[in-house]
């Protein structure tokens, strides 16, 4: 996990990483290191998860701060 100076630092940086690295086929070859032998992901579940992913690197940050920080 890469390491931030400041939250601003993390807020703007986080986001886009997020978006980038969370792809339909990053989710596949996770499943495929975990699948039981002679099987592979549902393509249904793989297009779902890329989908969900779209846009939600802001929802990340926010979740994050909430579950680490109190106000």
């Known amino acids: 996990m ?14 886009s990483r997020y978006e980038e690295g969370a792809t339909r086929e990053a989710f596949e070859r996770g499943l ?4 039981p032998s002679g099987m592979r992901p549902r393509p ?10 779209r846009g939600k690197g802001v929802v990340v940050v926010e979740r994050w701060r909430d579950a680490m920080f109190v106000r």
């Open 44 to 53: 249904g579940r793989l297009d779902h998860y890329h989908l969900g992913t």
């Open 2 to 15: 890469a390491k931030y100076a400041s939250w601003s630092d993390y807020e703007s940086t986080v986001p």
């Open 32 to 35: 495929q290191g975990i699948a």
